[in-house]
């Protein structure tokens, strides 16, 4: 029997913020930090990142805490991970980063509120920037799989929003032109681009492809997008940055597969660690 007191993500009379709140008070249980300065969420290929960051305090089971899952997909992992890192800011105290890594897809059908959940518990748990990656296919030929990119903003293709009711909420620089910035101090050669979320799980078609290319996009791909519009309905700053894993459908002669996915994102997963561990850690100077 579940506990009737406790808010419910299942249930459509509960506030979804409640049970953000929930997850973040069992956060702070289970790891012992009080309060989380960021969060990121590690999409394909990301995985690696956090052990670039810092030191691990706390690794708790997704199923552990309120609202949240183990994925079944290959490659991403139902965990959510407490890590400490020093600051780059002189004479500031180490900051906690809580490491998301049970993304939940929009083409799970579970519905926007699993999706949105991540990202309101992060702001619960006291979080004022959200690092958003994913890996994604990529629309420019000169992008080769293993290219990071920094999502300048996106066309949300699902037909749907994370928000419920008649809140009307601006999005205007979603993604951060003062995080992306800071992320070009750290490579200056990072390219942006506009991030396309289709609904999924199939790839695009190539006539698809034309059709996001067409309307302004440079990057493909099935999650982000929602998760920046419930960030910034929290008050969260976004950075997004996606790693592209293939070329998208028809920009490759050859059909897409996971596997190759999987393979960029290990090949690439150093280097973009160790890079994502960088801007991080100048995010609060
Ligand atoms: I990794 O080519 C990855 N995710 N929609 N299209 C879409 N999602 C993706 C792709 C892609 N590659």
Redo the contacts with the bound molecule.
Sequence with gaps: MTDSAAPDLDDPSHDPADVARAAADRLRELTGVEHFDIALVLG??WGGAAAHLGEQVAEVSADDVPGFSASGVPGHSGTLRAIRYASDSAGAPDRHALVLGARTHYYEGKGVRLVAHGVRTAAAAGASVIVLT????GLRPEWRPGTPVLISDHINLTADSPIEGATFVDLTDLYSSRLRAVARTVDAGLDEGVYVQ?R?PH??TPAEVRMARTIGGDL???STALEAIAARQAGLEVLGIS?V??L??GISETP?S?AE?IEA?QEAGPRIGALLAEIVRRIDR
């Excluded at 994913?134 to 296919?137: R, S």
């Design positions: 394909s290929g994913n890996g994604c296919g289709f999924g790839y695009e493909v791909g099935m790693l894993t293939n998208a459908a897409l996971h996915v994102g």
